[in-house]
């Protein structure tokens, strides 16, 4: 059974930092894509980044960044822990959302990484980022 669990969402004043993990389970597929998304109070759920392994084993990932986050948000993995990880600096306000981590399968997939949810077969239960004045 596939399991992603996220953790590190906080309370964090503007400008702080944070750092969201991913830790991934039960797939054995080597060609795979891990997506965050986010999704604030009355809106609809939003790719911000995403990162694929072509060869596996959560190392030598392709990144790919939306252009709000571009520069401040960072993907990085561990291979060891099966983890990947969202590092979030400069927090803005419009950053606030329950962020969340998703699998995709890719290995019939061409080109980079996606960030459209509906392409992501497995989701984890969230994690909420908080950003205050």
């Known amino acids: 059974e596939v399991q992603l669990v996220e953790s590190g969402g906080d309370a964090v004043q503007i400008w702080g930092s944070l750092r969201l993990s991913c830790a991934a389970s039960?797939?054995?597929?080597?060609?795979?894509?891990i997506g965050w998304f986010r999704q604030a109070p009355g809106k609809e759920r939003e790719g911000v980044s995403c990162?694929?392994?072509?060869?596996?084993?959560?190392?030598?990932?392709?990144?790919y960044y939306v252009d709000s986050v571009k520069g401040r948000f960072t993907v990085s993995s561990d291979k060891a822990k099966n983890t990947v990880y969202l590092q979030m600096n400069n927090l803005k306000l419009e950053d606030t959302a329950v962020y969340y981590c998703?699998?995709?399968?890719?290995?019939?997939?061409?080109?980079?990484?996606?960030?459209?949810?509906?392409?992501?077969?497995?989701w984890g239960q969230g994690t909420q980022v908080t950003v205050s004045l």
């Open positions: 998703a699998l995709r399968d890719s290995r019939l997939q061409s080109g980079r990484c996606s960030i459209h949810r509906f392409e992501y077969s497995n």
């Open positions: 039960g797939f054995t597929f080597d060609d795979y894509s």
């Open positions: 990162i694929r392994f072509k060869g596996g084993s959560f190392s030598d990932g392709e990144t």
